[in-house]
């Protein structure tokens, strides 16, 4: 399913990013067990310093943190707004072109 995810064909990294945030959040669906993995939740680490890598692990812990209240909760609310707040924080550092800017 990730190997063949429509986001990876995508020219822009940040879309690409934005389409694998979505595509996370699209799968919490069915039983708590179906979308959340145990071990992963529990050896993610958020870093201090914005790099590459660190955005990464940051990008898994809040989506594998996210599973916790849902099974706390007994569903996917709570995690779809983890998820919602993650891409957020994703798009506010970039900016793109406006229609505008790109004609000129």
């Known amino acids: 399913m ?4 429509p986001h990876r064909a995508l020219p822009d990294p940040l879309d690409r990013l934005l389409g694998y ?9 069915g039983e708590l067990p179906e979308f959340t ?8 680490e958020v870093y201090q310093t914005w790099t590459a890598e660190s955005l990464a692990l940051h990008t898994q812990t809040v989506i594998q943190g996210a599973f916790i209240p849902a099974k706390a909760r007994q569903g996917p609310a709570v995690a779809v707004g983890s998820l919602d707040h993650l891409r957020r924080y994703l798009e506010l550092p970039f900016t793109r072109p406006t229609d505008e800017e790109t004609r000129s």
């Open 2 to 5: 990730f190997a063949s995810a």
């Open 21 to 29: 945030v979505d595509l996370r959040k699209s799968i919490l669906r």
């Open 37 to 44: 993995c145990l071990v992963g939740t529990m050896v993610q």
